[in-house]
T-cell receptor, first 115, second 112 residues
Framework: NAGVMQNPRHLVRRRGQEARLRCSPMKGHSHVYWYRQLPEEGLKFMVYLQKENIIDESGMPKERFSAEFPKEGPSILRIQQVVRGDSAAYFC?????????????FGSGTRLTVV | SQQGEEDPQALSIQEGENATMNCSYKTSINNLQWYRQNSGRGLVHLILIRSNEREKHSGRLRVTLDTSKKSSSLLITASRAADTASYFCATEITGTASKLTFGTGTRLQVTL
């Protein structure tokens, strides 16, 4: 039973390009969360999704960022027209149900570098 | 300051010693969780303590929660070099439904 799978592990993009980060939750988990971590900082919540629904996107920048979790396939975090400030580690977590009083399983992250 | 602040920011101890990390938070919570992160890796869930619990154990880990002081501590007993990592507390705030708020972490270095 594989854990949360994220790819790519490392992604380099030039300013203005698009970045697409993928997350496959653990088998049986239908809730996905995206977090961003800047160097030497804790994780910051971005968005919470269930299959085909965005439940909470209060941590996601209003522009250039979008997320989806289709009925089939992985969850995708998309960053359009990347800027240097988008350079960070992006982590995905999943849980089997709404996470109250359950721990979360995190992926190994995608490290985005914008040059 | 943000919800979930760890203290100290960095801790260096020798193998065999105990390591204690503290976490303070500001608002009412459903639960508090501790995670470990090795350098350049993802987070590993260590332990979850619910708001109606005061103490929890898991192997060499002991977590306490004082909701009146809005604080928690993580104790690692008989530390090992492999415990070297960053440790984060994360709170699930009441009413936010499944959104964790992380602190900035404690970097633990265990030397031989």
């Amino acid at each position: 039973n594989a854990g949360v799978m994220q790819n790519p592990r490392h992604l380099v993009r030039r300013r203005g390009q698009e970045a697409r980060l993928r997350c496959s939750p653990m088998k049986g988990h239908s809730h996905v969360y995206w977090y961003r971590q800047l160097p030497e900082e804790g994780l910051k919540f971005m968005v919470y999704l269930q299959k085909e629904n965005i439940i909470d996107e209060s941590g996601m920048p209003k522009e250039r960022f979008s997320a989806e979790f289709p009925k089939e396939g992985p969850s995708i975090l998309r960053i359009q027209q990347v800027v240097r400030g988008d350079s960070a580690a992006y982590f995905c977590a999943s849980s089997p149900r709404q996470g109250r009083n359950y721990g979360y399983t995190f992926g190994s992250g995608t490290r985005l570098t914008v040059v | 300051s943000q919800q979930g602040e760890e203290d100290p920011q960095a801790l260096s101890i020798q193998e065999g010693e105990n390591a204690t990390m503290n976490c303070s938070y500001k608002t009412s919570i459903n639960n508090l969780q501790w995670y470990r992160q090795n350098s350049g890796r993802g987070l590993v869930h260590l332990i979850l303590i619910r708001s109606n619990e005061r103490e929890k154990h898991s192997g060499r880990l002991r977590v306490t929660l004082d909701t009146s002081k809005k604080s928690s501590s993580l104790l690692i007993t008989a530390s090992r070099a492999a415990d070297t990592a960053s440790y984060f507390c994360a709170t699930e705030i009441t009413g936010t439904a499944s959104k964790l708020t992380f602190g900035t972490g404690t970097r633990l270095q265990v030397t031989l």
